[in-house]
C-alpha cells in the first residue's frame, strides 16, 4: 500500500508528491478510515528518503484535515466521504477571503504606534517602477483598445492571465470564459444575487465578514447565519432553509481556521442535492500560507460545478486597485454570458491591461514570492517578541500558519470591549474577535491581529503596550 515510487518524482519536491500519493489513496479508500499510518521513520525507510520528507508529507495531510493525530499514538486516516460525478467514477482531486473594513479615517490611524486591525497590503513594497513601466507601454501600445468598450466579464487577456495562474499556482483548470472581473468582491457578491436569484436563502458564515450581511440585507434576500465554531457546521446547514453558502474554507476570516477535507466533501455533497443549491468560496488570503504548501481550494474537488470561486489582487497588490474575479461553473457562466452581458465591466481597461500584461511577464509570480517572504518574515519577528515578552504568561497564539493574520488569546479579566479601550490610549489599535459574532455566542477575550502593514520596527513597543494594558 505504501510502496510509492519516488523516482517517478521528477522535478516536483519529494514530500508533495508522497503527500499526493498518499492522498490519492485516501480519497479512493485503498487506505481504510481510522487505520493507522507508518511512523514517520519506518516509512522513510521503506521508500528511501529522509524523515523530514515523510514529515513534511504528513504536516500537510494534517493541515488539510486528510489525517488526524493521537497524543502518543500517531497518525490516523480520516473519514472521507467524497462525492463522484458519475460521468467521471474519479475524482479530481490531485489535478489541481474577506476581511472586515476598517473605516476609521487615515488622521486617526496616523496616531497609533501601530495598528493590529488594518489589514492593508505593505505600501513600500508596491513594485512601482515595474507597474509604472507595464504602464506606459500599455498607454503607448493600446491606445486603441484602452478607448473601447470592455466586455461585460472583463478583457480577453487578462482573463487568460488569471485562468493560467490559476492552473499554475492553485491547481484550477478553467476557461477565460468562466472568468468575470470586477471592481471588488462587494460588487462581484451584487452580480451573484442576481445570477442565483433573489429568491433564495444564503447562509453566512457566523463569525464572518458583516459586509456580506449587510449586502444581502439591502438585496432584501433571505439568508441565515451558520456558527463555524460549532461541532458540525455542515449538519447546521442541513438544518437551516439555504440553498447557497458563503465561505472562506481555505483560511475563514476572522478565526483562521481551515476547513477539514472531510467536511468539504460534506459540503460538495449538501450542494449535489440539488439543482438550486451552490458554494460560493472567497478564497481570501490563500496565497500566504507559512508553512507548507497552500491548502487546496474546495473548487480543486468540487466534479460536479457547484462551486463558484472569488478571488482579489487586493492582498497580493493592493486594494486601491479595486481588483478582483470570480469563477463561474460553465452553466451559470453561460447564464451571465446570456443575461447580464448588458453590464459594463467596473474595471479600467487600463488597469486591465496593465494586471495582464504584469502576470504574463512572470511579475506578478516574482512579486508574490518576495510578499510571501516579507509576511513570513514580519509574522515571525512579531512571534518571537511576543515570546520574549510578559504576554507569553498570559497570551496564546492561534492559527499562525496561515494568512496575514492570527489569533491572540489574553488571560484577562478585562472585557474585551476595555481591553481594545486600554491598548487604543496606549497607542496600539486592535479588534477583538467578538466583534465579528453575529448570533452565535462570542469567544471572548481572543484578539485579531494583522501584521501585514506594521512595520518591525514597531512591534517590539507595540507588544509591550499590549502587555501594559492589563497591569
Sequence with gaps: MFAYDMSKAGSESLYHYLYKCIQKDILFKKIEAHSRLPSKRSLAQNLGVSVVTVENAYAQLLAEGFIYSLPKKGFYVAD?????????KRSKAGHKAIQKQDDEPERIKSQYICDFASNAADLESFPFTTWAKITREVLCERQRELLQVSPSEGILELRKAIAHM????????????????????????????????????????DPGYNKISKLYSKYNVDFCFIPVESEDFVSAIEKSQAQVVHLSPSHHFPTGKVMPVAERYRLLSWAAASNDRYIIEDDYDSEFRMVGRPIPSLQNIDVLEKVIYLNTFSKTMTSTIRLSYMVLPKVLAQKFHDEFSFYSCTVSNLDQYAMA?????????THINRMRNLYRAKRDTLLIEIRKSKLSKIATVYEEDAGL???????TALSDEEFCRRAKAKGVHIRALSEYYFEAEPSAHKFIINYSSVEKSQMAQAVQALANVIR
Design 80 to 88: 472521507i466521504q467524497a462525492p463522484t460525478d458519475p460521468k467521471m
Design 166 to 205: 490559476l492552473e499554475e499556482f492553485r491547481g484550477i483548470r478553467v476557461e477565460a470564459s468562466q472568468i468575470v472581473i470586477g471592481a471588488g468582491t462587494d460588487y462581484l457578491y451584487g452580480l451573484l444575487l442576481q445570477l442565483l436569484g433573489l429568491d433564495k436563502c444564503y447562509a453566512v458564515e
Design 357 to 365: 500584461r504584469f502576470m504574463e511577464g512572470g511579475f506578478y509570480e
Design 405 to 411: 493574520h492570527f489569533i491572540l488569546g489574553v488571560n
